[in-house]
């Protein structure tokens, strides 16, 4: 439901205010166990509240990840949703688990300074909370993965040009997508 606006929407700020080489002319949708999956630095992964893997995806998750990729698990609410991602992401990490983080983490500040992050769930009245993956499960380690629990903040991305949304927390939800994404090319 916010496919494709809000990956155009966010591509195109990336592609205007940093050096990245991003791909303006489409995006790709693939499946996990897809070796195309190798190419591509970051995997953005809506609604795994509802996600079932299958093992070869899991294999392929694992490889890619524990080669360098990096994954952002987004727009899901609630404890049965949340639960089903851990029980998913065991199947492809199961020697990991996930941390919260919060505004002191590196990746809040790889481009913008967040120091309160501000981005309430657009339509649902829930606490937006944060967790990562890290190898060795150690959280001054690389990042293999980061949720976005309670929150679905490409819905601001994929509204922003019509205005449905208050410009604060729209240019919230697009500095955390700006640093999300600096932080996984960079680190």
């Known amino acids: 439901h916010d496919y494709p606006a809000a990956d155009e929407n966010l591509s195109s700020i990336l592609d205007y205010i940093t050096n990245a080489r991003v791909r303006l002319d489409g995006t790709n949708v693939l499946d996990l166990d897809d070796p195309e999956i190798f190419q591509n630095p970051i995997l953005y992964v809506w609604e795994p509240g509802f996600w079932t893997i ?10 890619y990840l524990l080669k360098g990729g990096f994954v952002i698990f987004h727009d899901f609410v609630g404890p049965s949703h949340w639960a089903n991602l851990v029980d998913q992401m065991l199947r ?3 020697d990991l688990y996930f941390q919260p983080i919060d505004e002191r983490h590196p990746i809040f500040h790889s481009f913008y300074d967040i120091t309160k992050i501000d981005v309430p769930h657009p339509s649902v009245n829930v606490t937006p ?3 990562a993956m890290f190898e060795d499960n150690d959280p001054n380690g690389r990042m293999l ?17 019509e205005g449905l949304y208050n410009p604060d927390p729209t240019s919230n939800a697009y500095r955390l ?5 600096v932080y996984a090319l960079t680190h």
């Open 54 to 63: 299958q093992a070869s995806e899991a294999e392929n998750l694992r490889k």
């Open 177 to 181: 997508g700006v640093n999300y994404f």
């Open 129 to 131: 909370a944060y967790f």
């Open 145 to 161: 993965a980061l949720a976005n629990h309670n929150n679905d903040i490409a819905e601001y991305w994929d509204w922003s040009a």
């Open 92 to 94: 492809a990490l199961p």
